[in-house]
């Protein structure tokens, strides 16, 4: 099983700063890896796929890199609509499997 | 609108047995596979079981061990997770998701509640 390790745990940070959000897979998953947000009693929702695809609607401040065995979400320049629980997992092997997630607050 | 709808969470005592299911709209349901995850109160997101567009392939979380079943009918529109032996370690929001054509998981339901107490 792959493992997905996301740092930092909690990242504190202003509206209008940038956010970065790191994951890390115990084994490459090539382009294989999607970001997923979170809000307090919501559904996640995808944001990111193939490591640097927004998904629709995803609005441009969001973006993503990386390949292998690291990856990187960043958010240019945080809303107050941002401030959330972001996952990262992978889809290339079974099981899929998530990052412990990165909550990202005020 | 696409949309996807759990339901059949509740209480169940240890040892016991559930049925989650999952309406399907506003896309060719039979076109898509699809998964359940799951989320412990307080944690983070846990792959549960995926099956392929016409069932003919499933795969489970190494920790299922042969208590869930993963089920579909494509002429109700519906996802289905039988889950049995059911212990404290399962209580969970438990989402269906469906897997988009990027093969990460573009569509979401608002998830249903399993709770194990007796």
């Known amino acids: 099983e792959i493992v997905m390790t996301q740092s930092p745990a909690t990242l504190s940070v202003s509206p209008g700063e940038r956010a970065t959000l790191s994951c890390r897979a115990s084994q490459s998953v090539g382009s294989n890896l999607a970001w997923y947000q979170q809000k307090p009693g919501q559904a996640p929702r995808l944001l990111i796929s193939?490591?640097?695809t927004r998904a629709t609607g995803i609005p441009a401040r969001f973006s993503g890199s990386g390949s292998g065995t690291e990856f990187t979400l960043t958010i240019s320049s945080l809303q107050s609509e941002d401030f959330a629980v972001y996952y990262c997992q992978q889809y290339n092997n079974w099981p899929r499997t998530f990052g412990q997630g990165t909550e990202v607050e005020i | 609108e696409v949309q996807l709808v759990e339901s059949g969470g509740g209480l169940v005592q240890p040892g016991g047995s559930l049925r989650l299911s999952c309406a399907a709209s506003?896309?060719?349901?039979?076109?898509?596979?699809m998964h359940w995850v799951r989320q412990a109160p307080g944690k983070g997101l846990e792959y549960v079981s995926a099956i392929n567009n016409n069932g003919g392939s499933t795969y489970y979380a190494n920790f299922v061990k042969g208590r869930f079943t993963i089920s579909r009918d494509n002429s109700k529109n519906t996802l289905y997770l039988q889950m049995g032996s059911l212990g404290a370690e399962d209580m969970a929001v438990y989402y269906c998701?469906?897997?988009?054509?990027?093969?990460?998981?573009?569509?979401w339901g608002q998830g249903t509640m399993v709770t194990v107490s007796s």
């Open positions: 998701a469906r897997i988009g054509p990027t093969s990460a998981l573009d569509i």
């Open positions: 506003g896309f060719t349901f039979s076109s898509y596979s």
């Open positions: 193939g490591a640097s």
